[in-house]
């Protein structure tokens, strides 16, 4: 291997995440409805059906990965709820922590119709009453399962479940106020912020993420587009009116870098992740991230990459499983976060050229990629 390669992230020693639950999550599973035939879903007699969900996704790629994960969620005990469990079993996830209630509850759903240029794909939630919504205290035995965990993972997709389906408790929000009360000490928690307008609006996500985010988020993950949306923040050159209305050209790493420390600054945190995703149609996109942690160490993308898109959904939770690895093998540390950002930048460009969610990706490709990037290729994988 090159020494102008850093990280070859097939010879980690992994013996010390691979066993118990390294990293814990949990949230929704979504059921995925996508038109099988071409048709428009109002229109459609055939669809797939798939699973979704962010926490899911990234748990499955980091145990893809070789890190010990556990996803817990509240299911129906029928097909569908099985399901879930059957498929996180299927790629090494610890499930026995799921919380099973009654055949008759719903799971949430997702109507998906992929676009083409110049039509733009559209989305449905059927979240509302959710089994999922409604896992809240006391559902959990969370010292068992935070018991050798050194990260705990949640998205304010969770929290915004409460408030479209119209509760007076937070569920989701009570769990996890459960799960840091049982949490090691050691145990670091992170969070996508994850904002979804389709579920509420940016001043009751504020009201509900900002005091998450202050008093226990180590690791956060976000975007430009939903800080400017939620906390009125620019980005350097940029003011979050030009962001939300999308008039923003060049971004230079002083205006990543002044963003990435408003961020650090606000919430407190020990490590920002941001994630950058240029649409310049329905089928390619330009990628790239960023991180800093409290030290004030920063590290860009070496370049801003293109994906030829089959399905974007699942890419940025595949992201941070990719981060997610490079700070949990590296350290929470400078060379951890160069380290998460090229793996989860190869990492998403992989999982981005596969239909549907779940990033059924390898390490050796993951591997290849970083590679590729660095020495140049583009060979034809033979296995």
């Not at 569908?80 to 499930?95: F, L, M, P, V, W």
């Not at 110049?118 to 979240?127: C, K, L």
């Not at 999308?246 to 945190?269: M, P, R, S």
């Amino acid at each position: 291997m090159s020494k102008a390669l850093k990280y070859d992230i097939t010879s980690d020693d992994l013996s010390n995440l691979s066993k118990g639950n390294t990293f814990v999550t949990f949230g929704e599973v979504l059921l995925r409805d996508t038109p099988a035939d071409g048709e428009r879903p109002e229109r459609t007699r055939l669809v797939h059906l798939s699973l979704a969900g962010s926490e899911y996704t990234l748990a499955v790629a980091l145990s893809r990965m070789g890190i010990a994960s556990a996803f817990i969620t509240r299911a129906p005990l029928n097909p569908y709820g099985k399901s879930i469990q059957n498929i996180a079993r299927e790629h090494g996830i610890d499930t026995k922590h799921i919380v099973w209630t009654s055949p008759t509850e719903p799971i949430g759903r997702f109507i998906y119709e992929i676009g083409r240029s110049p039509r733009r794909n559209i989305g449905v939630y059927q979240r509302k009453y959710s089994a999922a919504s409604r896992l809240g205290c006391n559902m959990v035995n969370w010292k068992a399962a935070l018991k050798d965990a050194r990260l705990l993972h949640t998205s304010g997709i969770s929290f915004g479940l409460s408030k479209h389906s119209g509760y007076k408790r937070n569920y989701n929000l009570e769990a996890l106020e459960e799960a840091i009360q049982n949490k090691p000490r050691e145990c670091l928690i992170g969070m996508d912020l994850n904002y979804r307008s389709t579920l509420w609006s940016s001043n009751e996500a504020n009201d509900v993420l900002t005091p998450i985010i202050t008093e226990h988020i180590d690791i956060l993950i976000t975007t430009i587009e939903d800080m400017a949306k939620l906390y009125n923040m620019d980005a350097g050159q940029y003011s979050a009116k030009q962001i939300v209305n999308g008039d923003i050209g060049v971004l230079t790493d002083e205006d990543i870098e002044a963003f990435a420390c408003q961020v650090k600054e606000k919430f407190n945190t020990k490590i920002v992740g941001i994630t950058i995703r240029y649409p310049d149609n329905f089928e390619q996109h330009r990628w790239e991230s960023a991180a800093i942690d409290f030290q004030g160490n920063f590290f860009r993308s070496p370049s801003i990459k293109s994906i030829t898109l089959l399905d974007r959904l699942g890419g940025g939770d595949t992201w941070n499983a990719g981060f997610y690895y490079g700070l949990m093998t590296s350290g929470f540390n400078q060379d951890g976060i160069e380290k998460g950002v090229l793996t989860g930048d190869a990492a998403t460009r992989i999982k981005q050229t596969l239909m549907f969610d779940l990033p059924i990706i390898e390490k050796g490709e993951i591997q290849a990629l970083l590679e590729a990037d660095v020495l140049g290729g583009g060979k034809r994988t033979v296995r």
